[in-house]
């Protein structure tokens, strides 16, 4: 099964794609969609729209985990990251891919046994579970990773 795995943003949305075969996770491909935040926001959430839906055609998940909205110390994102998110749920319907959400307290808590854990944890959780000694440079596709991961391990349906 290839899960898709979305840290989601106005200006970096971070993806990941495993295979779980045999329950050993193999990455497919990872990387990032960056809109230039010159556009205004409906350019950037086309953009998304439809980096993401090339993606999709490409790789064809069967399910997708996107980490859902939580807690944002910054007010000045929360809307944008908000709306990045909706338009990324929409791609994942229009493709009919079942979607999971895990907040990253869920995601920290099932890649490390605790849900405060520090990213640098959760970073050497991922490359333990990938069997690789490097990981994508950009905090987002890590962390996307991890969502995909997480979603393997937390499974019940799909």
Avoid: W
Avoid at 66 to 72: A, G, R, S, T
Avoid at 143 to 148: F, G, K, L, P, V
């Amino acid at each position: 099964m290839k899960i898709l795995g979305i840290d989601p943003g106005m200006a970096i949305v971070g993806y990941g794609i495993i295979d779980t075969e045999n329950d050993k996770p193999e990455l497919i491909t990872s990387g990032s969609i960056q809109t230039n935040k010159d556009l205004p926001d409906s350019k950037r959430l086309a953009e998304i729209f439809n980096d993401l839906s090339s993606i999709i055609e490409k790789y064809k998940p069967d399910c997708a985990s996107v980490e859902n909205l939580f807690f944002f110390k910054n007010q000045k994102t929360v809307i944008p990251v908000a709306e990045a998110r909706g338009v990324i749920l929409t791609v994942l319907e229009r493709y009919d891919i079942p979607s999971f959400s895990y907040t990253p307290m869920e995601v920290k808590q099932v890649m490390t046994g605790y849900g405060r854990a520090e990213k640098k944890e959760v970073e050497q959780m991922v490359k333990i579970a990938l069997e690789t000694d490097s990981l994508p440079k950009l905090d987002d596709t890590v962390d996307a990773i991890a969502i995909a991961l997480c979603h393997m391990r937390n499974k019940t349906d799909i």
